[in-house]
Nanobody, 129 residues
Framework: QVQLVESGGGSVQPGGSLRLSCAGS????????IGWFRQAPGKEREGVSC??????????YYANSVKGRFTINRDNAKNTVYLQMNSLKFEDAAVYYC????????????????????WGQGTQVTVSS
């Protein structure tokens, strides 16, 4: 059974950092592109980042709102993808989800949630002073 489990969320002050983890089970994470999405109350789910499989050039994608602050990477030995979030802002507060797409690359459509076929349960990120 394919499962994605997020962890690492919490409460931080603006300017703080968090590292989210996405652990996969029931499949080999590095056979698929993996994305991170987030959803704030009253808003639609939005794409944050995506990483293609590591046997390629390791291309990563970021939403404009997080470029330069967030970094996505993989640890294939642990079947885990991470999202390092630095310089957090109030507007980064949301439930963060990791998700798997049924291909090895992210592509131009990576921001479209419907492209993905499996989702984790989410982890809450709160940014407050």
């Amino acid at each position: 059974q394919v499962q994605l489990v997020e962890s690492g969320g919490g409460s931080v002050q603006p300017g703080g950092s968090l590292r989210l983890s996405c652990a996969g089970s029931g499949f080999t994470l590095d056979n698929y592109a993996i994305g991170w999405f987030r959803q704030a109350p009253g808003k639609e789910r939005e794409g944050v980042s995506c990483i293609r499989i590591s046997t390629s050039d390791g291309t990563t994608y970021y939403a404009n709102s997080v470029k330069g602050r967030f970094t996505i990477n993989r640890d294939n030995a642990k079947n885990t993808v991470y999202l390092q979030m630095n310089s957090l802002k109030f507007e980064d507060a949301a439930v963060y989800y990791c998700t798997k797409i049924a291909r090895t690359w992210c592509g131009a459509t990576w921001l479209t949630a419907g492209q993905y076929d499996s989702w984790g349960q989410g982890t809450q990120v709160t940014v407050s002073s």
